[in-house]
């Protein structure tokens, strides 16, 4: 089953030429995307698309088809998107707002209407899946670059989307940071979420399911990474390979 289907979407803001063009893509149950390309080629943009952030919070021109869990994310309210796409900002800090792991965990299923015995229970999950259990009552400001990044993952999936988005996960983290959000990315994949991860440094997601390659506003490369790699010197030239 696609759990993510993108056909033909163009992009563009305003009058502006399409940021890019006919892109096309799925991601199954289980299957792992990243999304690669030079800066400004569109990678957080369609995002930010997928999550229903554009065109709901940030305006612009949209066509094509998109489906995400049988609904389009352009026409569903946010609310509605966030039950079928969770989606890590590349800058965590600005996307924890509570001042314990509790709250922040609690957040964003409060703002859907949970009943308090529901939500009391799936937080108490959230904090044994993630080895919060001891850090309850923990301001999130105190915690490390991998454990933000590992809040902001388990709030988002707080009510269980099937799908989740990360955003340069591995930015700015050390080794053992890094080794948190790999592990994390792998039990989703485990418990069938599909998952579409930006990244620039292709070398720590070759365990992708399929690559996809932006330049120049359209898809460059599209493929599993054991056949993407057979051609090394072309990912050099779209300068997503050293």
């Known amino acids: 089953m ?21 892109i096309s893509f799925s ?15 569109g990678k957080t943009t369609l995002c930010q698309i997928l999550c229903g952030i554009i065109p709901h919070a940030i305006k612009g021109n949209i066509t094509g088809k998109i489906k995400l869990d049988g609904i389009d994310p352009t026409g569903a309210s946010l609310p509605q ?27 964003g299923l409060e703002n859907i209407c949970k009943q308090p015995d529901e939500i009391r229970r799936r937080v108490d999950e959230l904090l044994a899946e993630f080895g919060f259990e001891l850090l309850r009552y923990t301001n999130p400001a105190s915690l490390s670059g991998g454990q933000k990044k590992l809040l902001a993952i388990a709030a988002v999936l707080a009510p269980a989307p099937p799908i989740l988005i990360l955003d340069e996960p591995m930015s700015g983290l050390d ?3 890094r080794g948190l959000v ?30 996809l390659l932006l330049h120049d506003g359209a898809i460059a490369v599209y493929g599993a990474p054991c056949d993407v790699l057979r051609d090394v010197e072309s990912l050099r030239e779209l300068g997503v390979w050293e």
Not at 4 to 17: D, M
Not at 27 to 41: K, R, T, W
Not at 95 to 107: G, P, Y
């Open 2 to 22: 696609k759990t993510v289907e993108v056909e033909n979407l163009t992009f563009s803001y305003g009058c502006e030429k399409p940021l890019f063009r006919d």
């Open 27 to 41: 991601v199954s149950a289980g299957e792992i995307l990243v999304i690669a390309g030079q800066s400004g080629s």
């Open 81 to 107: 998107t966030s039950l079928r796409a969770g989606m890590v900002f590349q800058d965590t800090d600005s996307q924890i707002i509570s001042t314990t792991i509790e709250d922040e965990l609690a957040f």
């Open 175 to 177: 080794d053992e940071g």
């Open 182 to 211: 790999l592990s994390v990315i792998e039990q989703q994949r485990k418990q069938g979420r599909a998952v579409v991860i930006v990244e620039h440094d292709l070398k720590t997601v070759t365990f992708a399911d399929a690559w």
